[in-house]
């Protein structure tokens, strides 16, 4: 079998982009996002998105698409637009432009996006409740305390103690309380 190199082969990612027309406005829609934009996308959807150690599903989805239409679009949103983005994506839902953003990308990109969010939430759950994650937390975690308690031993002060250890005992009736 006869050898092909890779630079032969001239290949570069697709560029391919999809424009949709939206109240008179040409929006364009790329077919094909990189990996690392969709790492990106995933990763900072799951970061917006979890309260305490749970993913809030309404903000998994929240997040998911208004990432899709930063990512995927050429639209541009200022920086006081992007402040409040529940209401940002309440008004591109409600107006139907994220489902024709949706329908335009290709259902296999957005399907494989949508299945790997999942997966990745599943997949941290599950690990959340190992013998590992535990352990984990704890070594993590340990430094931190140790500095409260080494904090708390530096700011002892015996003669505070004592007086404690006094009015304890005096409203004992100055009997020991030990």
Avoid at 21 to 41: A, C, H, M, R, S
Avoid at 70 to 95: A, C, M, P, W
């Amino acid at each position: 079998m006869a050898k092909v190199t890779y630079s032969s082969l001239k290949l570069k990612a697709k560029e391919e982009i999809k424009e949709i027309d939206f109240n008179g406005n040409k929006i364009e829609v790329k077919q094909y996002l990189p990996v690392t934009d969709k790492i990106d996308l995933i990763d900072i959807t799951l970061q917006k998105a979890k309260e305490d150690n749970l993913y809030n599903p309404i903000k998994v989805n929240m997040y998911f698409h208004l990432h899709l239409v930063y990512l995927y679009t050429n639209i541009t949103f200022t920086d006081k637009q992007k402040e409040d983005e529940e209401k940002l994506f309440d008004v591109l839902e409600s107006n139907g432009l994220i489902n024709a953003i949706v329908a335009a990308i290709p259902e296999n990109e957005y399907s494989s996006l949508l299945n790997k969010t999942a997966e990745k939430i599943d997949n941290e759950l599950k690990y959340n409740t190992t013998t590992a994650a535990l352990v984990s937390k704890i070594i993590n975690d340990l430094p931190m305390q140790a500095q409260a308690m080494a904090d708390i031993v530096e700011g002892f002060n015996p003669e505070k103690y004592q007086a404690v250890i006094d009015f304890a005992k005096a409203a004992n009736g100055g009997r020991d309380i030990n």
